[in-house]
């Protein structure tokens, strides 16, 4: 069965580096998410991607986030400077035209 | 805009007893509904999904949810527990089942007690 896959299951990063979260969504897909999960609190949306731009972000989506598809088959979320609230689990979601969402299993991120 | 609550952060029940974890759910628009089982460091599953057909909503592993549009509730049920439904679960709530966004409930920790 397809499956959404992430890459790394874990990064640990430095307060102020850049991480780069990549997501490879169902091949035929065509909606594609960012998810993250602070722990011990709920899952909230940060962004949305369609035709090759941002259809809708959330509030916690600022000027340090940003998403792309670089080719075919690869979605990354990127933040730029790393802040310690930034820890948490980012999990990509992909769905086709009028189906349900399919999560990846998500990257832990811890910031130091 | 969308919102669902969940009452109750932890539940334990004893197997083979009834599953019961509830969610109420906001919206100014008809709401599509979902049910989502995250188990311990894993992503998130589709348990089940209200698209606005039938009321009463069957999902894997036993699960069904009834939509009550008189009580904005989407609880969801199993007859039976199992230790293997330990698991954190995830009402959501979307505008349309295509390309919007979820908007998760705070989740519920169910405890299987043996």
């Known amino acids: 069965e397809p499956e959404v896959t992430q890459t790394p299951s874990h990064q640990v990063t430095q307060m102020g580096q850049e991480v780069i979260l990549r997501c490879v969504p169902i091949?035929?897909?065509?909606?594609f998410y960012w998810y993250r999960q602070i722990l011990g609190q709920k899952v909230e949306f940060l962004v949305s991607?369609?035709?090759?731009?941002?259809?809708?972000k959330s509030e916690i989506f600022d000027d340090q986030f940003s998403v792309e598809r670089p080719d075919g088959s690869n979605f990354t979320l990127k933040i730029r400077s790393t802040k310690l609230e930034d820890s948490a689990m980012y999990f990509c979601?992909?769905?086709?035209?009028?189906?349900?969402?399919?999560f990846g299993p998500g990257t832990r991120l811890t910031v130091l | 805009a969308q919102s669902v609550t969940q009452l109750g952060s932890h539940v334990s029940v004893s197997e083979g007893a009834l599953v019961l974890l509830r969610c109420n759910y906001s919206?100014?628009?008809?709401?599509?509904l979902f049910w989502y089982v995250q188990y311990p460091n894993q992503g998130l599953q589709l348990l089940l999904k209200?698209?606005?057909?039938?009321?009463l909503v069957k999902g894997i592993n036993g699960f069904e949810a009834e939509f009550k549009k008189s009580e904005t509730s989407f609880h969801l049920t199993k007859p039976s527990a199992h230790m293997s439904d330990a698991a954190e679960y995830f009402c959501?709530?979307?505008?349309?089942?295509?390309?919007?966004?979820?908007?998760f409930g705070t989740g519920t920790r169910l405890t299987i007690i043996p």
């Open positions: 979601a992909s769905i086709a035209a009028s189906d349900t969402q399919y």
């Open positions: 091949s035929n897909h065509l909606y």
């Open positions: 991607f369609y035709n090759n731009e941002i259809s809708e």
């Open positions: 919206s100014s628009v008809p709401p599509y």
């Open positions: 209200y698209t606005s057909a039938a009321t």
């Open positions: 959501a709530v979307s505008a349309s089942v295509g390309d919007e966004k979820l908007t």
